[in-house]
């Protein structure tokens, strides 16, 4: 059973592009998270989502920032028009069914450089 | 909205000693508290998940401990070895949707 795939492992991209970010979970994991790891800061969650649902994006900004976790495939962060600030690492978590007795497997992230 | 404070930022110690890592938390209403290890740009892997109505949990060398009434945790990592360099995390769940509050992580180096 392979774990939490994240791809790419490093993307760079330049002001204004735009970045998307790919999570496939654990098999049979219907549950996936999202958290950005700032430089010097710790991580912080963005979103969560279920198949075809967004449950809880509170933690992700208002503009540029949106996610999808489809039917089919892997969950998708995607970042618009990205600025300098958008730089970190971001870590897709899997679950299986949401539940708090349920441990979170991550992902090896996606290191996100903007020039 | 929780908080979470791990002190100190770095330690360094000799190989074989016996440690403690301290993690603290500012609401105790969590659902559970995890520990994680992270290596020098890899990912996270979980090392232990303690329930809210359990006191203590145990893997090999490691034992983590939780208090929720004066919002502590701590890791206990027995005989330490270099290979435990790596940066230690502990996190709450809070609310139903299980997501995770983090502390900035202590960032742990053992010594030949």
């Known amino acids: 059973n392979a774990g939490v795939m994240q791809n790419p492992r490093h993307l760079v991209r330049r002001r204004g592009q735009e970045a998307r970010l790919r999570c496939s979970p654990m098999?049979?994991?219907?549950?996936v998270y999202w958290y950005r790891q700032l430089p010097e800061e710790g991580l912080k969650f963005m979103v969560y989502?279920?198949?075809?649902?967004?449950?809880?994006e509170s933690g992700m900004p208002k503009e540029r920032f949106s996610a999808e976790f489809p039917k089919e495939g892997p969950s998708i962060l995607r970042i618009q028009q990205v600025v300098r600030g958008d730089s970190a690492a971001y870590f897709c978590?899997?679950?299986?069914?949401?539940?708090?007795?349920?441990?979170?497997?991550f992902g090896p992230g996606t290191r996100l450089l903007v020039l | 909205k929780q908080e979470v404070t791990q002190i100190p930022a770095a330690l360094s110690v000799p190989e074989g000693e016996n440690l403690v890592l301290n993690c603290s938390f500012t609401?105790?209403?969590?659902?559970?508290l995890q520990w994680f290890r992270q290596d020098p740009g890899k990912g996270l892997t979980s090392l232990l998940l303690?329930?809210?109505?359990?006191r203590e949990q145990t893997s090999g060398r490691l034992n983590a401990s939780l208090d929720k009434s004066s919002g502590r945790s701590t890791l206990y990592i027995a005989a330490s070895q270099p290979g435990d360099s790596a940066t230690y995390l502990c996190?709450?769940?809070?609310?139903?949707?299980?997501?995770?509050?983090f502390g900035k992580g202590i960032t742990l180096s053992v010594r030949p």
């Open positions: 978590a899997s679950q299986v069914g949401g539940r708090t007795q349920e441990t979170q497997y």
């Open positions: 098999k049979g994991h219907s549950h």
């Open positions: 989502l279920q198949k075809e649902n967004i449950i809880d």
């Open positions: 609401d105790s209403a969590i659902y559970n």
């Open positions: 303690i329930q809210s109505s359990q």
């Open positions: 996190a709450s769940a809070t609310g139903a949707n299980s997501k995770l509050t």
